[in-house]
């Protein structure tokens, strides 16, 4: 699945992930490969992700600030502020705070 984390001021992930755990209004809640499409408001927490890391090694295709943060970690995690997800066609939209 692609993954794209875009806040206000920058791009801070585009990559390949098998897993991302977020903080929904009623609690957190997962995405897998195949997920059905959805949309839903987040709230302030973690946002954990488990990345394919031998799918995200061209720099430049997957760029963004996490990406060289944790470009070589199978898993990491950040705080959000709160945002919106969008899931669709193994694509997930982050727009987060």
Do not use: C, R, W
Not at 16 to 24: A, D, E, R
Not at 26 to 50: E, R, T
Not at 73 to 86: L, T
Request: no cysteine.
């Amino acid at each position: 699945m692609l993954l794209e984390v875009i806040t206000p001021d920058e791009l801070l992930y585009k990559g390949n992930v098998s897993h991302v755990v977020l903080p929904g209004l009623d609690g957190s809640f997962g995405v897998l490969n195949q997920h059905a499409p959805m949309i839903s408001a987040l709230a302030k927490g973690l946002v954990k992700v488990d990345q394919n890391v031998a799918e995200n090694i061209d720099e430049d295709i997957y760029n963004g600030k996490l990406n060289v943060t944790h470009k070589s970690d199978a898993s990491f995690s950040f705080e959000i502020k709160g945002g919106v997800i969008e899931v669709k066609d193994n694509k997930i939209m982050v727009l987060a705070e």
